[in-house]
């Protein structure tokens, strides 16, 4: 690479035992046009406080960020690099700049959390690039490595940490979930040193400026399917309902912010929680939206309900996944929650003005064929059910891709079916496990080409008949066509090849919700 030789001799002009302090480069690579505030390396970040110095780069909100990363470290003022990955996109970012870094400052000691290296570490710590993975919240784990490393310990005591040892993977046990009344506000002031926060805050349906919060570690639940699980393993722990609305009201106050993401895994765990929340909510101007399970919330009182809209939530996204009873066992999701649950619950919910956001996952494995095409039909037709009994509520679609839950049952099923996922990251750096990660296109032997086809062109037509709310740019008249232009196609359920609904969408710039969440446009002015 040209100039990475100047770079690393000035760095080794420099001797590391003469920093004062370490200095620690905290990168959350890309992943959306519309970027959020980076919760995980500002959660950090707090934790860190003021014993070291941090710089945070934000791939969403740079060009090109190896440019600022490259200049940082060459200063000499830092020793660590850290950076956050989920699966998909980041991916695509964070591997080529960790490259980087170890071929021009090899000095550095690189360390990735998140999602992707919890779950594949074999692939990441093999690679040459990466050092160490912090497996979970990093809250004491990341500081404690860096105080080893300092010290001139070995770091295999520090909890949560996965690190390599003669050729052998090493984790060393997970401690217990961080207390998140102890973390200290989020230092907004540190990421708007260089980006302003306003580029955080895009218009959405929920209001003209909407902040992204975490509230909460984990969830109590273990799904088979989902990847916070191996993180976890049912554990949940959260921030106290006071706290939660003094951060809501400090970024109102400083920011004019009028809506909230709530982006925890399970925010309506508790139900004492969110009537506490709820209540300091009324009358501050605030809509907000967050993610829960049916068969919790359906314990809500009608009160707690009711007290929830009159203090802003507007939709809850919940993980339906099935309206057939034994695939909801087949993928261990626990609780109490079937197919005429998901039915009732979401006319119930609506009737309390609060819009039932459903995801659903096809394409679980089967024994043949057949019965893969099978059921994939039934949860289509399940979902042209709901959305006769309750119109209103909205509809995501994914296509299954398997996460390492080793022990379950459908853990088994995947790796019997010969399913396996890459050893490498050069190979998750392909577009293929891109779309695999995105719940796109998941490259599971059990699915035909004809039947991921199916599931994506009755998502085009299921999304012209019904438009999703949260795409605001939609027009009044388009919102009318375009279910005019799908009422055939949907009526008779003729989805094959839906070309015209998909040029119709194209114009639009029709947002797809499974992809890339809320439509989100630069933010109006206070």
């Known amino acids: 690479m040209a100039g990475a030789a100047p770079i690393v001799h000035r760095l080794r002009g420099l001797t590391l035992a003469s920093l004062s302090s370490p200095g620690i480069i905290l990168f959350n690579p890309w992943a959306t046009s519309r970027p959020r505030v980076p919760n995980s390396i500002l959660h950090l970040a707090a934790c860190l406080g ?30 660590y690099f850290g950076a956050t990955v989920m699966p998909g996109p980041q991916l695509r970012q964070a591997v080529p700049i960790t490259r980087k870094v170890r071929e021009s400052f090899p000095d550095i000691t690189i360390i990735w959390g998140g999602y992707f290296p919890s779950n594949q570490p074999d692939a990441v710590l093999r690679s040459p690039w990466v050092d160490y993975i912090i497996d979970g919240p990093a809250d004491a784990a990341f500081p404690a490595l860096i105080d080893a490393l300092e010290a001139g310990q070995g770091p295999d005591k520090v909890p949560g940490l996965i690190l390599l040892r003669d050729g052998a993977l090493v984790r060393v046990p997970r401690g217990p979930i961080p207390d998140p009344d102890a973390v200290p506000p989020l230092p907004l002031h540190l990421l708007e040193r260089r980006y302003p926060m306003a580029g955080y805050l895009p218009r959405t349906f929920l209001g003209r400026r909407t902040h992204a919060m975490h509230t909460s570690f984990g969830c109590p639940f273990t799904c088979s399917f989902c990847a916070v699980v191996p993180i976890y393993q049912g554990r949940w722990k959260s921030r106290s309902a006071a706290l939660v609305a003094q951060d809501v009201l400090r970024v109102r106050d400083a920011h004019s912010v009028d809506a909230i993401e709530f982006t925890d895994n399970n925010f309506f765990v508790s139900e004492r929680r969110v009537v506490e929340f709820a209540r300091a909510m009324q009358g501050q101007g605030i809509i907000w939206w967050g993610e829960g399970r049916i068969d919790t919330i359906d314990k809500y009182s009608d009160e707690t309900l009711a007290l929830m809209h009159r203090a802003g939530c507007r939709m809850i996204f919940f993980g339906a996944e099935s309206g057939d009873d034994s695939i909801l066992a087949q993928i261990d999701k626990g609780g109490k929650q079937s197919g005429e649950q998901i039915l009732r619950f979401a006319r119930r919910l609506a009737g309390f003005g609060i819009i039932p956001e459903y995801s659903f996952v096809l394409g679980f494995p089967k024994p043949t064929e057949a019965e ?48 396996a996922f890459p050893a490498s990251l050069e190979e998750w750096l392909s577009p293929a496990w891109e779309n695999f990660d995105l719940h796109r296109n998941p490259l599971t032997p059990w699915l035909t080409s004809a039947m991921v086809r199916h599931i994506h062109d ?11 709310r949260t795409d605001f740019t939609v027009g009044a008249l388009n919102r009318r066509l375009m279910p005019m232009l799908a009422a055939l196609r949907y009526g008779l359920g003729l989805y094959r090849r839906p070309l015209e609904l998909k040029a119709f969408q194209k114009l639009l710039r029709y947002t797809r919700p499974e992809i890339e969440g809320f439509r989100a446009e630069e933010a109006t002015s206070p």
Not at 55 to 67: K, L, S, T, Y
Not at 458 to 468: D, G, M, Q, S, W
């Open 458 to 468: 009755f998502e085009t037509v299921l999304n012209a008949r019904y438009p999703t």
């Open 372 to 419: 893969v095409c099978a059921q994939i039909h039934r949860d289509i037709g399940f979902i042209r059910e709901l959305k006769r009994q309750a119109p209103a509520t909205e509809i995501i679609l994914y296509i299954y891709s398997p996460v390492p839950t080793e022990g379950s049952d459908l853990h088994r099923q995947i790796v019997e079916a010969g399913f």
């Open 50 to 79: 003021d014993h070291f110095e941090i710089e945070m780069v934000d791939g969403n909100r740079e060009a090109d960020p190896w440019p600022t990363i490259r200049d940082l470290l060459a200063s000499g003022r830092y020793r």
